[in-house]
């Protein structure tokens, strides 16, 4: 039996390093509504690296939707886009400069992944372990928000 609803927020933009920043803001944002203030660093630092990949490694439109999704004490943020490469994990050296994308997220996240969506893609996805705020752990109280969605373009 699920005790509390899930809480979602989807965004759909082109991932162009100007967007990156708005979309680390909304993210910020939402976990801050949800009281899960512990979570901002890793949760940006995840989406940005998700999003990097898309930028330099997916089709030319860059087109994504990045979803941030709390179910129980898990928050899952995940980033779909329309090329169907699955990533690969590379061994990086400390100072190299790119290819570390998702040593890091592996490194940070409780569990990560990547699915094939047939035709239209690919998913790829990181947990965190979902840790309340003192506010809510004194209070007791977390609001119950709907779904929630944004529009980049």
Known sequence: MI???SRH????LQALPSRIGKV?????????HWHLDPLIDLAELGV????TN???HAGPDKKCTVEIE????RLTVSVHDRDP????LRAA????????????IAAVSETWGARPEGDRGKVVWFTLPAVASEAAARTGYAPQTPARSAVLG
């Not at 927020?9 to 759909?12: K, L, N």
């Open 3 to 5: 005790s509390e609803p």
């Open 9 to 12: 927020c989807t965004v759909e």
């Open 24 to 32: 680390r803001r909304i993210i910020s944002a939402q976990l801050r």
């Open 48 to 51: 940005t690296e998700l999003l």
């Open 54 to 56: 898309v930028h330099r």
């Open 70 to 73: 709390l179910l129980l004490d």
């Open 85 to 88: 490469r699955m990533p690969e």
């Open 93 to 104: 050296a400390a100072f190299d400069t790119c290819g570390r994308g998702l040593a890091l």
